[in-house]
Each structure stands twice: as C-alpha cells, then as structure tokens.
T-cell receptor, first 111, second 121 residues
C-alpha cells in the first residue's frame, strides 16, 4: 500500500528564514510525487512534481524539493520565506491510478 | 473556461436526502478526478475518469456514492441517502491526460477546482 506522511501539522518561520516542510512516502514501485499549496478559500495549486527525471525539482514561487529514494523522502524547501507563503501545503504520491495525499502542513510566516 | 469550476460552492442538506455536485473541467482535458477533503485532512481520492468511463472508482466509500461523465466533459458526483459523515469539501480536478505514475504512463498536472462544501444536518 502507498501512503504519505507529513511531519508537523503546523510550522512557523520568520520572514526571510528557511522553509522546510517534510514529506515521507511509502511505495513498492517508482512513484510520482507532488507538492500542492492551498491558500484560504482557494483550490489546490501544484507547486512542483517529481516524475523520475531529475531528483532536485524546482517549482513555482521559489520552492524546490529533492527526491531521496534511500530516505523515501520528498521534503519541500524555500531559502527565504515570504509573508505570501502562508498557506496549507500537501504532499501527494501516485503509483498508479490513485493519488494519496498527506494530511497537510499549515505554514505560518511571522513578520 | 479558464479553470475548473464546481457548483454549488456550498450545499446544505438534511440527512437522508439526495445531492448532486457538478464539476466543469478545463476544456479539452480528458482526465477528471473527484476527491473528498474532511476537516484537517488531505484530499482523499474517490474516482477518476478517462474520457466518459470511470477508470478507477475504488475510492468511492460505498454504493451511496456514484459519479458520471456522460459526454466526457462535465461530471456529476451523486450521493444518495446522505449521512452526517458525508459532510466535507468535495474537490474536482482535471488534467490533459492521466496524471498517474510511470507504471501507468501518466505525469500531467492536475488542476483543481475550488470545491463544494457539503454540510449534512
């Protein structure tokens, strides 16, 4: 069975500080991995996805994530947090027809 | 249209009633997905369509739930005999082609609608 674990349901960072949101997955076959962001009262928006091309994936808004097979991780990072980054972030894995989302991490950016 | 739209945005119903939730995907997208998101949880996969046919409906929780996409565009999620536990935000997404894993030949981006918030009293 496939699953996604997001460590930390709430993360707070100061404006300008590093953002690190953790995602670990379990999969018996090569997966596709995704990070989505959800702003209040809006739909989910794709930040980036891993599709087995490059292990370091760059997304929108300065975010990037690195696929580490040995650690079964796909952590999301951004060097310098901005106030507009405050939102809910979801990691997702797909190994076939179905998609599995994590429970989400709420990011707060402190001025 | 410019994006995925869902109607209604909010639906309040009484236990035991029948509801229909509508999704208009991006024009030309062949794949359409339904998810359910409960409070404090991530989206939970329900069903996925490739064209008019349901390619995978194994995420539907029980036989009170079913979905159709008769012309390969608009989809309707139908819930019979609603229960309080059905209360959630129902999300729809579409992609140009299937978004699934390398093993099934996918990889395209899913675009999500804003969701329908269903409240069963």
């Amino acid at each position: 069975a496939q699953s996604v674990t997001q460590l930390g349901s709430h993360v707070s960072v100061s404006e300008g500080a590093l953002v690190l949101l953790r995602c670990n997955y379990s999969s018996s076959v090569p997966p596709y991995l995704f990070w989505y962001v959800q702003y209040p009262n809006q739909g989910l928006q794709l930040l980036l996805k891993y599709t087995s091309a490059a292990t370091l994936v760059k997304g929108i808004n300065g975010f990037e994530a690195e696929f580490k097979k040995s650690e079964t991780s796909f952590h999301l990072t951004k060097p310098s947090a901005h106030m507009s980054d405050a939102a809910e972030y979801f990691c997702a894995v797909s190994t076939g027809n179905q998609f599995y989302f994590g429970t989400g991490t709420s990011l707060t950016v402190i001025p | 249209g410019a994006g995925v739209s869902q109607t209604p945005s909010n639906k309040v119903t009484e236990k035991g009633k029948y509801v229909e939730l509508r999704c208009d995907p991006i024009s030309g997208h062949t794949a359409l997905y339904w998810y359910r998101q409960s409070l404090g949880q991530g989206p939970e996969f329900l069903i996925y369509f490739q064209g008019t046919g349901a390619a995978d409906d194994s995420g539907l929780p029980n036989d009170r739930f079913f979905a159709v996409r008769p012309e390969g565009s608009v989809s309707t999620l139908k819930i019979q005999r609603t229960e309080r536990g059905d209360s959630a935000v129902y999300l729809c997404a579409s992609s140009l082609i299937f978004s699934g894993a390398p093993t099934s030949g996918g990889g395209d981006t899913q675009y999500f609608g804003p969701g329908t918030r269903l409240t069963v009293l």
